[in-house]
Each structure stands twice: as structure tokens, then as C-alpha cells.
């Protein structure tokens, strides 16, 4: 099979003393598989995500991104920073460390890997996937009295990916591309090799041959990077039960939750806002509720569901050793290419139509409204 960019090519990146790491990949025909479909059956080892997004509800964003069996995991609980990584012989090490912030040394982790760019590439072919929790804020800025950790989940957690499949929903293909490392030239050919052997062995997965481990990593997985089992593709398939199923969007859904609030204790928080409001000590605050219902179905299901339910421009399914987060958001937080920061904050929500003319109106509506209009030209002011 031909494998990208050319040998030449790939030559002369690989000796320009910029780069650690070049890409070499397939481009595929992507009518024969979907991206859900492609992900339950990729190796995925210790994590992996999906992303993908539709624009307005009904226009299918370009990419589809699929990240998967990571080469490095970095977790922090505080200053307490767990960084795994795989040794030549494929086996995890673990090392520990303590770091004033964990926010840098997950940034000297991702400059460390140059990658070579090619202009007829996505976006993104690699490197770091994963969560900041609320509480990493607690590394720039100076915060006494945190709340009670009840969770026991990493601040933040992220894995570092030097392979991805990527959907093109306009050119309707799939770049199956692996990075090699070209830092040794005495091994740089051995590397090559490798990486053109496990592109294909990925294209075989997307095919459904080869092997695929199960999206549920196991119960000691967090201990163990190596513990998850590699499974059949059907095994896969069934650890995430991807088959056809009904679903009305029509149906309610209203489930039982439990608060972290009592209602008199969140309006208490909220005088107790105003209050600061009001004394000058801030502008702005959210008061976060967390709202907790079981769910007995595996994680994926529910994203699923959701990106049916609910299709937005950034959806994502992403499973770390600790934790699974599934989402789907139509605003960008922030947004940075080629050192052009991107922030689109959104305010205020109204129902939609059930005509043309109905939605119209209810837009006159949110645009005219007072309180929406102050919460929008605070959150501009707060992306500045």
C-alpha cells in the first residue's frame, strides 16, 4: 500500500534539525465506515477520544477526529504529577513528581515533541488530548479555601497521541497517519518501518481485521497502563453495544438528579454574591451546581445518543484512565492558531421555533432583552 508523504520526502524532514518527529500516513476512501464505527474498532488502550461537529445543527463540520492509544499520560492532583510513558520494549514506566505547576510542565511535555506539518494534513495529527479541570485555575493564581475534593479525580489529565485517524467530511476520505521519530538517525529507518507496519495495521482495524480492545479500560487500569485486554473487533463493538437502536428525540427524558445544592443553600450563595458584587471585590461569578443521576449503560452509549439528540460544533467522547467525559457544546472556550486567539463567548438561550417566523421572533426577543445583552458584553469583556 502507498504510504505518504514520499520516501524522498520523507528524508529530507526527517534530516531538517527543527523537527523530532515526522508524519507518515494512508489516505483512504471513507464511504465503507463511519467515524463512531471507526472508533470501536481501533486499539485503544489506555484512552482515546472522538470528536467530531456539526455546524447550525445540520451541516456535518469538516473533520472527525479519532485519537487512541497513547504513548504518555500525564495526570496532576495538585502539585502531585504522574507522568507514564512507554520505554523502547513497549512497557509503561511511571514517574512521579512534584511541580508548583502542572499546567507547565504539561506544556514542556508537548514542546518536546516537533513535529513536521504537511500543508495537505489536518489540522491536528497528534499531541496532547485530555481535560483541565476547574481547579487547575489554582496554578496561576493564588485561591485559599478550596472545596472538599469529594471526586478524588486528577485536576487535570491528558494523553499524548502519535497516531490518528482523521474523517475529511468534505473530501470524503481518512488520513491513517502515525508519527515516527527521527530523532536518532541510527534508528530513524527502523522507526520508518515500524510506523508504515502500524499504519497498516490500523487501516486493517478500520476494515475490521486485526485486533481492538474494548472502550471500558479494566477496574486496576489507572495502576496498570498495560492491564487493558486486546479483544476481537466484535468484542469491542459489544463492550460499547453498537448496534442499531431506536431513539425518539421527542421522548422526555426527564430523569431523577441528585443536587450538591439544597435550594435554600444555593440562594443563600447567591446573596452572598451580590454582596461581593456590590462591595467591588468582583464582576462576575458562577455559582456551580452539580446535578448526578445514575447511569448504568456504558459511556459511549450516551454520546451516541447525544450527538442525535443534541448535534453541536464540538461534541467529544473521551475516555481517560480515571475518568470519561462526553459533551457536546456549541460555543469555542478559546481557540489558538498560529498565535491568533479565537474566544466566542455565548449568552442567553431562547427555545426554537417551530416555524421560521416563530424563531425570528423569539431572536428579536433574546436580542432585546436586557439581562442577555449585559451577560453578553461582560463575557466579551471577560475573553479579553
Known amino acids: 500500500m502507498p504510504h505518504l508523504p514520499s520516501r524522498v520526502r520523507f528524508d529530507e524532514l526527517a534530516s531538517d534539525a527543527n523537527y523530532d518527529y515526522v508524519p507518515v500516513y494512508r489516505r483512504l476512501i471513507s464511504d465503507a465506515v463511519t467515524p463512531v464505527v471507526a472508533f470501536t474498532r481501533l486499539d485503544q488502550g489506555q ?8 455546524i447550525g445543527g445540520e451541516k456535518v463540520g469538516r473533520w472527525s477526529f479519532i485519537a487512541s492509544d497513547p504513548f504518555q499520560l500525564i495526570e496532576a492532583r495538585g502539585s502531585d504529577v504522574q507522568i507514564r ?28 515533541v516537533r513535529v513536521a506539518h504537511l500543508p495537505e494534513l489536518p489540522p491536528f495529527i497528534g499531541g496532547a488530548v485530555g481535560y483541565a479541570g476547574y481547579d487547575t485555575v489554582r496554578y496561576v493564581e493564588n485561591l485559599p479555601h478550596a ?20 474523517f475529511d467530511n ?7 497517519l502515525t508519527l515516527v521519530d527521527v530523532r536518532d538517525a541510527a534508528t530513524a529507518e527502523a522507526n520508518y518501518q515500524a510506523a508504515c507496519q502500524r499504519v497498516d495495521r490500523l487501516v486493517n482495524q478500520l476494515a475490521g481485521q ?7 479500560p479494566s477496574a486496576d487500569a ?4 498495560s492491564a487493558d485486554a486486546a479483544t476481537s473487533p466484535s468484542d469491542a463493538a459489544a463492550a460499547c453495544r453498537l ?19 439544597t435550594r435554600e443553600d444555593f440562594e443563600n450563595s447567591v446573596r452572598k454574591c451580590v454582596e461581593y458584587i456590590e462591595a467591588g471585590d468582583i464582576f462576575q461569578v458562577v455559582i456551580s451546581q452539580r446535578l448526578q443521576t445514575p447511569f448504568a449503560e456504558p459511556p459511549f452509549e450516551l454520546y451516541r445518543t447525544l450527538r442525535v439528540v443534541n448535534p453541536s460544533p464540538f461534541m467529544f467522547y473521551l475516555r481517560l484512565p480515571e475518568a470519561t467525559l462526553v459533551g457536546s457544546s456549541p460555543e469555542i472556550m478559546v481557540r489558538v ?5 479565537t474566544v466566542r463567548p455565548l449568552a442567553g438561550t431562547r427555545r426554537r421555533g417551530a416555524t421560521e417566523q416563530e424563531d425570528a421572533k423569539l431572536a428579536e426577543q433574546l436580542l432585546a432583552d436586557p439581562k442577555e445583552r449585559a451577560e453578553h458584553v461582560m463575557l466579551v469583556d471577560l475573553g479579553r
Open 170 to 176: 468534505v473530501a470524503k476520505t481518512i488520513h491513517v
Open 47 to 54: 484512552a482515546a477520544g472522538l470528536f467530531e461537529s456539526v
Open 222 to 225: 489507572a495502576t496498570s497502563p
Open 85 to 112: 510513558r512507554r520505554d523502547a520494549s513497549g512497557e509503561w514506566i511511571c514517574e512521579r513528581l512534584d511541580s508548583p505547576n502542572p499546567l507547565e510542565t504539561l506544556r514542556q511535555l508537548v514542546a518536546a
Open 243 to 261: 448496534e442499531p437502536a431506536d431513539i425518539d428525540p421527542a421522548l422526555d427524558a426527564a430523569c431523577d438528579y441528585a443536587s450538591n445544592f
Open 210 to 216: 486485526g485486533t481492538a480492545a474494548a472502550t471500558s
Open 337 to 341: 492558531v498560529d498565535g491568533c486567539v
Open 147 to 166: 472545596p472538599e475534593d469529594d471526586r478524588q479525580l486528577p485536576d487535570l489529565a491528558f494523553g499524548l497521541f502519535d497516531h490518528m485517524v482523521v
